[in-house]
Structure formats: structure tokens, C-alpha cells
């Protein structure tokens, strides 16, 4: 089955606690990005990535970190999470990334920062 | 940068009324997408448009794109309880790689 995958789904955490939420895909996508949903807000895109090794700032990057290392993972990692990253985050994946292309869904994670 | 607004941010329908949702960029869009989120869940792609003035269908699902390819609308005709949730528009910005949704418009419709 052709999925998105993001781990974990919810996480509680405390402030400057590095955290990691992992993204896979089996789509053989080359296109992924991270967004962030809060209410009123839509969803803002973090960081994408165009394929392997090559990755670059969304409209809200600012305390977040990602790595392309292989081409189905994406992971978010917060190095020094803050309270104001508590949110909902959707890890996605297309092909190629060009305009045409339909942004796959992973199910989400909760996170909330203390 | 490109904005992309969506209104209303939420409507109450009763079921059987139509309901529509507007989309407005601050640029053009080279084309726009549609994405229906239910409670809880994820976005789920809907419908694409690529052309100026395109109107496509999906059963009590009209889609169109404006003629200045700024605007777009979502109107769905009779709706049910199944269509409750987020309806989120999305453009891709020029020569860039990304896309920018709207703030979506959260439909709740009443039994």
C-alpha cells in the first residue's frame, strides 16, 4: 500500500529536549516537505526537499533541522524545541516536485512542548 | 511573498444547503489545488486545475479557477454530514518549489 508513514504520532516533550519525528515514504517520491498546521493558520510549509542531499527553507524554518539522507525518509528534528513549536506536523511526498504534482499525506504528529 | 487567503474560515450549513468556499492568491498561480481534510485526519488531495476559467465536476463538487488565475472556488451542491471537514486550496508559487495553502475553511454540516 502506498503510504506516508511519520513517527511518533504524539509526543509531549519539555523545552531544549532534541527530538527527531521520522517521515518514510514508499512511493519512490523525490519530492518531500514538512508543514505545520495551527488553527487559523492553514499549514506552512518548514523545509522540502527536491531528492536526495538537497533540501531548503520553507516560510517557517527557524528552530527546525532536516536531513536527506536516503530518499524515502525525511526526518524533522527540533534541536532545542520551544513552546511555540507545540503543534500538528504533516510530513508530505510527490513526485519530482513539480507543480502538477499531488502532495501525498502522512497521518500527523501532536506535539506539544512544556 | 505569495499569500493565498481562503473564506469563510468556518460555515455551519444545515444538510441539503450548498456551501462555497473562496480562495484568493496575491499573485498568479501557474495552478491551484484542492484538499479536503477531515476531523483528525490528514489532507487528502480532491482536484487540480491548471487553466484560466477551467470548471471541473466531482459529483456535488464544482471546482473553478479564475480567469486571471488568482481566484478559485469550491462549491459543493446538497451537502451531506460525509462532507464535514477542512477544505484547504493550495498554488504552487511561480518558479518555486512550493506550496502555499490557504488557511482552509472548516464546514460543519448540521443533521
Known amino acids: 500500500e502506498a503510504q506516508v508513514t511519520q513517527n511518533p504520532r504524539y509526543l509531549i516533550t519539555v523545552t531544549g529536549k532534541k527530538l527527531t519525528v521520522t517521515c518514510s515514504q514508499n512511493m519512490n517520491h523525490e519530492y518531500m516537505s514538512w508543514y505545520r498546521q495551527d488553527p487559523g493558520l492553514g499549514l506552512r510549509q518548514i523545509y522540502y526537499?527536491?531528492?536526495?542531499?538537497?533540501?531548503d527553507k520553507g516560510d517557517v524554518p527557524e528552530g527546525y533541522k532536516v536531513s536527506r539522507k536516503e530518499k524515502r525518509n525525511f526526518p524533522l528534528i527540533l534541536e532545542s524545541p520551544s513552546p511555540n513549536q507545540t503543534s500538528l506536523y504533516f510530513c508530505?511526498?510527490?513526485?519530482?516536485?513539480?507543480?502538477?504534482?499531488?502532495?501525498?499525506f502522512g497521518p500527523g504528529t501532536r506535539l506539544l512542548v512544556l | 511573498g505569495q499569500q493565498v487567503m481562503q473564506i469563510p474560515q468556518y460555515q455551519h450549513v444545515q444538510e441539503g444547503e450548498d456551501f462555497t468556499t473562496y480562495c484568493n492568491s496575491s499573485t498568479t498561480l501557474s495552478n491551484i489545488q484542492w484538499y479536503k481534510q477531515r476531523p483528525g485526519g490528514h489532507p487528502v488531495f480532491l482536484i487540480q486545475l491548471v487553466k484560466s476559467g477551467e470548471v471541473k465536476k466531482q459529483k456535488r463538487l464544482t471546482f473553478q479557477f479564475g480567469e486571471a488565475k488568482k481566484n478559485s472556488s469550491l462549491h459543493i451542491t446538497a451537502t451531506q454530514t460525509t462532507d464535514v471537514g477542512t477544505y484547504f486550496c493550495a498554488g504552487w508559487r511561480g518558479s518555486a518549489r512550493q506550496l502555499t495553502f490557504g488557511s482552509g475553511t472548516q464546514l460543519t454540516v448540521l443533521p
Open positions: 508530505a511526498s510527490s513526485r519530482q516536485g513539480q507543480r502538477q504534482e499531488t502532495q501525498y
Open positions: 526537499s527536491m531528492n536526495v542531499e538537497v533540501t
